[in-house]
Structure formats: C-alpha cells, structure tokens
C-alpha cells in the first residue's frame, strides 16, 4: 500500500500554539466507588485534550479515541487519573488535559415518612498534566433549596424561598467520597432536596428551611466554614446560584480558597 500524507504534522507558518486541542462530547461507561452501595454504574461524557506547538499544523485525533479505548469498555477512577500521562505520551504533547462529566445517583429517605427516591447529581472529574506533575479536581454540582432571611424578617405571611444549585470544586490529599462532598453541600442550605416527599415530609421540609433562612451569601460562606475544618481538602472553590423565585435575575456568589500547608 501506498503510504499516505500525515497532514497534521505538516508545518504552519502562522506560528500561533493552540492551548487545548482535542475531542469532547464523547460518552462512556463509567465505574465509580460508592461509599453507601459500594459501586456504581454510569455514561461519562468526556473530553480529551493536549497542547499543540505553533509549528504543528494539527493533532492526530484518533488516537484520544484510541487511548479512550485502551482502557476496555469502562472506566474506573484509576484509568482517568492515568489517562492525561497516556495522551501525553501518544501525542507527544507537553500538557494534557481530561474531563469525565457524568450523573451520580443517591437513595435518600424521606426525613418523617423514610419513603426512598433516587436523586441525582451532577459530578465532574477534571485531571491535567504535564510531564513533572498530576492535577486532579472533583466538582459536585448539589441542588439545595434557600430560603431568604429579609424576607421572613419584613413579611407577615411566610418568606420567598426557592431551589438553588451548589457547585463545589476540591484539591485533597487523599481520596475524598463524593458522597461527603454532597453533604457538606446539603447541610449548608435552609433544606436539602428529595425526590419523594408526603404531606408529613413536606411539612418537616418547609417548617426547616423556614427555621434555617440562608441569603446566597451564607450558603458560599457556610461551605466555606467546613471546607476550612476539612483535613483532605486543600484548594476549594464553591460558587452557589439562587434560581430567585420573585424576582427577575438569580442570586450568585462565589469563594475560592488555597487552604495553608
């Protein structure tokens, strides 16, 4: 056979590196440890990307898809972790970048009736490198339900309460359950979410939030508070959005710490 052209290592004149170049919106399977049922079974959508020095004219695709591949038909911790050496090897690249975005499911109980739903969240895996260091970053994105303190303390009638979504991103020193991550989100809020709730429930719910009243502010700084006291975590960033229910714009606010040695 007559070899063929390898276009993308022909020379570019511009002389302009790309950051990232590669593939996303790819989907896999994935297993995940689960600190309350040991395993669990989901599709990751997945990015891969490496950096692309100005003289190269582009990158070789098929081998993300490839080193994606190598790993068989699912994926575990251990493999996304390796995943960004891997790409810089095959690629010959000197950063590498991988994101695994995937659903997490927990059965949570009812808080009077104990009726069981699933609930889901959302949960990024973000792993860079280079070829002297390692970065791995865990998101959980936490739905939570807020309700205003100015509200209760003008109104004689109830106050305006509404779902928010807490989105929380940490460096550790050792591996932490995603599972504690979501409830240290859950906690900070007025309420947590349920997917099942009866009259007895939504009563205890709403008569707590009530009694717990958080502006966006005490929610980011909340978190904060408890990121602070965590021993594993050693960089976070925690970003809190009120979905307002009376008005027209949404509450947001945002803290990011690099904790001391």
């Given at each position: 056979?007559?070899?063929?052209?390898?276009t993308?290592?022909?020379h570019?004149h511009?002389r302009?590196?790309i950051d990232?170049v590669?593939v996303?919106?790819?989907?896999?399977?994935l297993?995940?440890?689960?600190?309350?049922?040991?395993?669990?079974h989901?599709v990751?959508t997945?990015?891969l990307?490496?950096?692309?020095?100005h003289?190269?004219?582009?990158?070789?695709?098929?081998?993300?898809v490839e080193v994606?591949h190598?790993?068989g038909?699912?994926?575990t911790?251990?493999?996304?972790?390796?995943?960004?050496?891997e790409?810089?090897?095959?690629?010959?690249a000197?950063?590498?970048?991988?994101?695994f975005r995937?659903p997490?499911f927990r059965?949570?109980a009812?808080p009077?009736t104990?009726?069981?739903g699933l609930l889901?969240?959302?949960?990024?895996?973000?792993?860079?490198a280079?070829?002297?260091?390692?970065?791995?970053v865990?998101?959980?994105?936490?739905?939570?339900t807020?309700l205003?303190?100015?509200?209760?303390?003008i109104?004689?009638?109830?106050?305006?309460n509404q779902?928010?979504?807490?989105?929380?991103?940490?460096?550790?020193?050792?591996p932490?359950w995603i599972e504690?991550?979501?409830?240290l989100a859950?906690t900070?809020?007025?309420?947590q979410l349920?997917s099942v709730l009866?009259?007895?429930?939504?009563?205890?719910?709403?008569?707590a939030?009530?009694?717990n009243p958080?502006f966006v502010?005490d929610?980011v700084?909340?978190?904060a508070?408890k990121?602070n006291?965590h021993?594993?975590i050693?960089?976070?960033?925690?970003?809190?959005?009120?979905?307002e229910?009376?008005?027209n714009?949404n509450?947001?606010?945002?803290?990011?710490?690099?904790?001391?040695d």
């Amino acid at each position: 056979m007559a070899s063929l052209t390898d276009t993308q290592n022909e020379h570019d004149h511009r002389r302009i590196p790309i950051d990232r170049v590669g593939v996303r919106n790819l989907r896999f399977p994935l297993r995940i440890r689960d600190r309350d049922q040991a395993e669990q079974h989901t599709v990751a959508t997945v990015a891969l990307a490496v950096d692309l020095p100005h003289q190269y004219k582009g990158t070789h695709m098929s081998r993300f898809v490839e080193v994606l591949h190598a790993h068989g038909t699912e994926l575990t911790v251990a493999s996304m972790a390796a995943m960004p050496k891997e790409l810089l090897s095959r690629l010959h690249a000197e950063k590498a970048h991988v994101e695994f975005r995937f659903p997490y499911f927990r059965s949570k109980a009812a808080p009077a009736t104990g009726a069981k739903g699933l609930l889901d969240y959302g949960v990024v895996f973000e792993v860079n490198a280079d070829a002297d260091k390692t970065d791995f970053v865990v998101t959980v994105e936490v739905p939570v339900t807020t309700l205003c303190p100015c509200s209760k303390a003008i109104s004689a009638r109830g106050a305006h309460n509404q779902r928010g979504l807490v989105t929380f991103s940490v460096r550790f020193t050792d591996p932490v359950w995603i599972e504690d991550l979501i409830e240290l989100a859950e906690t900070s809020a007025s309420s947590q979410l349920y997917s099942v709730l009866k009259r007895p429930d939504e009563k205890l719910v709403t008569e707590a939030a009530y009694d717990n009243p958080v502006f966006v502010e005490d929610l980011v700084r909340n978190i904060a508070v408890k990121a602070n006291a965590h021993p594993k975590i050693t960089w976070y960033r925690v970003e809190a959005e009120n979905y307002e229910s009376i008005h027209n714009h949404n509450a947001w606010a945002v803290i990011e710490k690099q904790k001391e040695d």
